[in-house]
């Protein structure tokens, strides 16, 4: 159990610290990068960006560190690394904030900049963007923030859990010391 528990840790540990990087790099790079360009070339680039993103890479993290932090809360319920366990469910409970923040706000956003169309027959590009880009930007420095938070949680829960680990090792290592002498006497 102790190998299922550390490799779910640590694969919810780096799953949520890939949407945590790719939410903030937006939030630093690619948002601020697209804000001086002109009307078509921000609607036609985030058009792209949001139908490119939708594949398996970006989908398992995204998807996946749900269940993955979920079953950590679980196995650290039941196993070791209890003093990690405040910190998994609140990352638990700070992902999945920011999931929802996804759905119910950034998606819709990216569904309706979809349906403006082909940004070489849209009218008025400015009126799109303004309908997307403040409210965008916005709420996905949200979820970033609530994405960076739950992956600090999680490596926090991380160190706390090999902390425990190590400290339950060292008290059951002396018990083993004495079994192998008293068997090495049984022996003799």
């Not at 102790?2 to 949520?16: D, E």
């Not at 792209?48 to 398992?60: E, Y």
Request: hydrophobic content about 55%.
């Amino acid at each position: 159990m102790k190998t299922t528990q550390t490799g779910t840790l640590l694969a919810a540990v780096i799953a949520s610290g890939l949407m945590a990087g790719l939410f903030a790099a937006f939030a630093y790079a690619v948002m601020p990068g697209l804000r001086n360009t002109s009307d078509h070339t921000f609607v036609a680039t985030m058009q792209g960006i949001n139908r490119a993103i939708l594949n398996p890479v970006f989908m398992l993290p995204f998807m996946g560190s749900i269940p993955l932090i979920a079953l950590a809360v679980f196995l650290a319920r039941r196993g070791h690394g209890r003093p990690a366990l405040p910190w998994l469910v609140a990352a638990l409970v700070l992902y999945l904030i920011a999931f929802a923040v996804t759905v119910a706000v950034n998606v819709p956003l990216n569904d309706r900049l979809e349906r403006a169309g082909d940004p070489d027959s849209i009218g008025d590009p400015a009126a799109v963007r303004e309908r997307f880009e403040a409210a965008w930007v916005t709420w996905n420095i949200v979820r970033a923030l609530l994405h960076t938070a739950a992956f600090a949680c999680l490596a926090w829960a991380l160190i706390l859990y090999g902390a425990d680990r190590s400290a339950a090792d060292r008290a059951a290592a002396p018990a083993s010391r004495v079994s192998e002498k008293s068997a090495a006497a049984d022996c003799s």
